[in-house]
């Protein structure tokens, strides 16, 4: 893109940014396949165990204990990725009705909300853990500690944070391009690597 130097630095930085973006995402690309994995272990655990609860009638102890924490670490590793891929729930029968300019404004506000929120709940979780660590709280059958699993959930909501936050970037980036009249090309390169993540994302299932 030919242009100013000011108009060439903008979309070099761009560049760097989508860049660290990319390497993050496969860090949340990563944590999702982990979830997916732990899911697999409580089907093939709760199987079992129900098995051998009304089949041999000697039920695996424990199991809801294990069920309940690897809950935890299934949903907290799944945050980031179904932020950046923007599957969580979002109502804009409102905001759908505005321009280009003023849904951007919109954005990046609920972005820098939520993010405040986020950050929140995972300083808090991270309290939590190091309280449930000196307290020495653990399950009360298998006797597993608890504090890591707050830790764990802590953690997957500080990547849930950096995820949220790069939604803020890229917002102030769209309210900048929505009100010098570069939108339009914003969107043709957003569309392109939007594309070429489709594209990795089917080689990688492949």
């Known amino acids: 893109i030919n242009g100013s130097p000011v108009k060439q630095e903008r979309w070099d930085m761009r560049d760097r940014l989508n860049k660290a973006i990319s390497g993050f995402e496969k860090i949340a690309y990563g944590l999702n396949y982990v979830s997916c994995i732990v899911i697999f272990c409580m089907m093939i655990l709760m199987s079992t165990d129900v098995v051998m609860r009304y089949v041999f009638k000697n039920p695996i102890g424990g199991v809801y204990e294990l069920v309940e924490n690897m809950m935890l670490v299934a949903a907290s590793s799944t945050y980031a990725w179904t932020q950046i891929k923007h599957r969580h729930v979002r109502v804009d029968v409102i905001i759908s009705k505005f321009g ?27 309290l939590a853990a190091m309280t449930n660590r000196s307290i020495g709280e653990h399950t009360s059958l298998l006797m597993i500690p608890i504090w890591p699993f707050y830790l764990i959930l802590a953690i997957g909501m500080t990547v849930f944070l950096i995820a949220i936050l790069v939604d803020v970037i890229k917002s102030i980036f769209g309210v900048i391009d929505a009100f010098s009249g570069k939108l339009d090309d914003v969107q043709k390169v957003d569309k392109a690597a939007a594309a070429m993540a489709a594209a990795e994302e089917e080689l990688h299932e492949d």
């Open 100 to 126: 280009p300019r003023v849904r951007s404004i919109f954005d990046l506000i609920a972005y820098v909300v939520f993010a405040v929120c986020i950050a929140f709940i995972a300083y808090y979780q991270y």
